[in-house]
């Protein structure tokens, strides 16, 4: 579905794998092993759909979400590596053109608690902020990126079978100011109807 003002694109998937490879971590003479193995089976489907609104020349804002059911199977030597659940990721750019020249864009990320063999990690989140100053009529650029704003990436991972017991909470990386410069030598090549704004409002990469 495309018009002026909105643009939304859904689909729907389905994938059964069986024989899949998978890591498993076992005990054995008291010592914690990991090790990989073939699971009997891994199911996956979902939908996603990404929907933007482009309310005026300035503005514009996109929520893109993947929904999907998680079910794998396996068994090694008395582990099972058994594990199902529904889980959502999404993300929410907003994108501002604050002049001529300037591109700020912030973005949002969710993800709820994850499904794979022997463990299940938590709801995680954080947000980019980006600017981007252009030059030269659009061929030369200057770009800063911020991630993880407010430093709520975490990595917390509970699992609780007949072997062992764990939880782990660990940051996922650490904050990171990124500076981009860069320089279009086709940038004459333009299109004539294409406009500026079309042109590099998707170009600061989150």
């Known amino acids: 579905l495309k018009s002026r003002y909105v643009q939304l694109f859904a689909d729907a998937y389905l994938n059964y794998t069986t024989g899949y490879i998978s890591q498993i971590t076992k005990i054995s003479d008291g010592l914690l092993i990991t090790t990989y193995i073939n699971g009997t089976s891994d199911l996956k489907s979902g939908t996603e759909i990404s929907l933007k609104l482009l309310p005026s020349g300035w ?4 929520l893109s979400t993947n929904t999907f059911y998680v079910d794998t199977r396996g068994n090694f030597a008395g582990a099972e ?3 199902k659940g529904w889980s959502n990721n999404s993300n929410l750019l907003v994108d501002f053109l604050i002049g001529k ?4 864009q912030v973005q949002y990320f969710l993800t709820t608690p994850q499904y ?8 995680t989140h954080h947000m980019n902020v980006g600017l981007k100053q252009t030059f ?3 061929a030369m650029s200057l770009s800063l990126l911020l991630t993880d704003v407010f430093n709520t990436y975490k990595w917390q991972v509970q699992s609780s079978n007949k072997i062992f017991d764990l939880t782990n909470i660990s940051t996922m990386k650490s904050r ?3 500076v981009g410069i860069s320089y279009n030598f086709n940038s004459f090549k333009q299109k004539s ?3 500026r704004s079309e042109s ?3 170009l600061i990469k989150l």
């Open 101 to 104: 020249s300037t591109d700020l």
């Open 59 to 62: 503005f514009s804002a996109t």
């Open 193 to 195: 109807g294409e406009t």
């Open 136 to 138: 030269l009529k659009g």
């Open 116 to 123: 794979y063999p022997q463990l299940t990690t938590s709801l």
């Open 200 to 202: 590099d409002r998707t």
């Open 81 to 83: 590596i058994n594990n």
């Open 176 to 178: 990171m100011f990124w």
